[in-house]
């Protein structure tokens, strides 16, 4: 069973950064590729960015010009950098994998989540 551990979570002031953290844990499994979704009390999840096992990245507006996404394939790790946190940053964050077994079969799993505070 492949699970997956978000950290980096934790209170910010406006204006500063965070780098999130999600690895991926399992036996006979391959990385296809990330996904970052943010999620507010009462609002329904919404994706955030897209992190490619190559390397490749998308972002939604909301968070576009003040993100990094990397991967890191050998410690099956992806991060996302969110710069210049604003108060509407403060969902809760979840990681969203989608990986390959050997035999073919793909499939997707999602993290725990992780909570971002962003107050002066």
């Known amino acids: 069973q492949v699970q997956l551990v978000e950290s980096g979570g934790g209170s910010v002031q406006p204006g500063g950064s965070l780098r999130l953290s999600c690895t991926a844990s399992?036996?006979?499994?391959?990385?296809?590729?990330m996904y970052w979704y943010r999620q507010a009390p009462g609002k329904e999840r919404e994706w955030a960015a897209t992190?490619?096992?190559?390397?490749?990245?998308r972002y939604a507006d909301s968070v576009k010009g003040r993100s990094t996404g990397s991967i890191d394939m050998a410690a099956n790790t992806a991060y996302l950098e969110i710069n210049s946190l604003k108060p509407e940053d403060t969902p809760v964050y979840y990681c969203?994998?989608?990986?390959?077994?050997?035999?073919?079969?793909?499939?997707?799993?999602w993290g725990q989540g992780t909570q971002v505070t962003v107050s002066s």
């Open positions: 969203k994998l989608k990986y390959r077994r050997p035999w073919g079969t793909t499939l997707e799993v």
């Open positions: 399992g036996s006979m499994f391959s990385i296809n590729v």
């Open positions: 992190i490619e096992k190559d390397g490749t990245t």
